[in-house]
């Protein structure tokens, strides 16, 4: 999974204001899809399900994190590497 790739398709809904996505390990499948997003009017369940048209299973966030801002750096990226857990 391309976490840019993603991106670019999750910022594509009319409620998305801003978005990132990242892998996070984990112990069954080896990597879990993650996303922080900040939006408005978004239920998790009906973001899923349009994600469904456009993302193979695979690359949908199995996590998705709401978020009022998304950090970054002075050079307007983000470090995914630097990313924590968000709490819920």
Same mark, same amino acid.
């Given at each position: +999974?391309?976490?840019?790739? +993603?991106?670019? *398709?999750? &910022?594509?809904?009319? %409620? /998305?204001?801003?978005?990132?996505?990242?892998?996070?390990? %984990?112990?069954?499948?080896?990597?879990?899809?993650? =996303?922080? /997003?900040?939006? $408005? !009017? &978004?239920?998790?369940? =009906? &973001? #899923?399900?349009?994600? $469904?048209?456009?993302?193979?299973?695979?690359? @949908?966030?199995?996590?998705?994190?709401? +978020?009022?801002? *998304?950090?970054?750096?002075?050079? !307007?990226?983000?470090? #995914?590497?630097? @990313?924590?857990? +968000?709490?819920?």
């Amino acid at each position: +999974v391309l976490p840019h790739e +993603v991106e670019q *398709i999750l &910022l594509q809904h009319q %409620d /998305i204001e801003d978005a990132v996505v990242y892998k996070r390990g %984990d112990s069954f499948s080896g990597e879990r899809v993650c =996303a922080q /997003i900040v939006g $408005t !009017g &978004l239920d998790i369940s =009906a &973001l #899923r399900g349009w994600c $469904t048209s456009y993302l193979a299973p695979y690359q @949908i966030p199995k996590e998705v994190y709401f +978020v009022e801002k *998304i950090e970054k750096g002075a050079n !307007g990226k983000v470090n #995914r590497k630097q @990313i924590g857990d +968000v709490p819920v």
